[in-house]
């Protein structure tokens, strides 16, 4: 187990554990939508994976937007192959805690769900959430897409202009192509419906985020979507 100090630093790749070939057996399906958590998923939908701190609270964030067909909690961003959840917290697999949001854009954009990833934490905290300690509570974007790279990007630095005007600090979010995504175990899925009085470490800034519409022309920009497989 690695001390604080390292837990808010990434880890090496050549320090990183292993992991192994079995992935995580979770349920069928959600607990709240009742659609499957693991593809194949319909054709048309496409994926969003975000890491905003402690993944309980943010999936919740999510399963109750407009246009979800499914949520799932699960790991990406690191180097360790289907780790545990004790791994990840130990800072010793380099991923991130995050949410996998399965969309269907045409009912909402990515450009609205990264609104509400913006607005429900505080990226420029680094490798925490408040009281969460640790490079897996990092803010992160991972996308599928080049159109969802000039998105989050443009978002980003729409925000982060409000951000300035409202005295606060420089996001610190990750942006980085979307690696594999891991799901965490069947307990941490649909965890605060399943656990109503849980514990929830999210907090945003106050600060509003309004993303124009050249958000919207951008998501149109470079490669197509890709239905989630």
């Not at 659609?35 to 999510?62: H, Y």
């Not at 961003?77 to 991923?95: D, F, I, K, L, R």
């Not at 606060?168 to 399943?194: C, N, R, S, V």
């Amino acid at each position: 187990m690695f001390g604080l100090r390292e837990k808010m630093k990434m880890i090496e790749r050549e320090r990183a554990l292993s992991g192994r070939d079995r992935e995580m057996p979770v349920a069928e399906r959600h607990v709240v939508l009742g659609t499957p958590l693991k593809p194949p998923f319909p054709d048309g939908l496409e994926r969003m994976i975000v890491g905003m701190g402690c993944f309980w609270g943010a999936e919740r964030v999510f399963w109750r937007a407009a246009g979800i067909h499914t949520t799932a909690v699960g790991y990406a961003g690191g180097y360790t192959a289907n780790p545990t959840y004790e791994e990840v917290c130990s800072g010793s697999t380099g991923h991130a805690e995050v949410v996998l949001a399965v969309f269907d854009p045409a009912a909402t954009s990515y450009a609205e769900l990264l609104r509400l990833f913006w607005e429900n934490h505080d990226p420029t905290q680094g490798m925490r959430q408040g009281n969460d300690l640790g490079t897996q509570y990092r803010s992160a974007i991972y996308f599928d897409t080049d159109a969802q790279r000039a998105t989050a990007e443009a978002s980003r630095d729409a925000y982060q202009e409000s951000l300035t005007a409202a005295g606060m600090g420089t996001i610190t979010t990750e942006i980085a192509p979307a690696g594999p995504f891991y799901y965490a175990e069947d307990y941490h899925q649909q965890y605060l419906h399943k656990n109503p009085g849980g514990y929830c470490g999210l907090g945003g800034t106050g600060v509003s985020c309004r993303l124009d519409g050249t958000l919207a022309e951008r998501e149109g920009a470079g490669a197509p979507a890709r239905t989630p497989a």
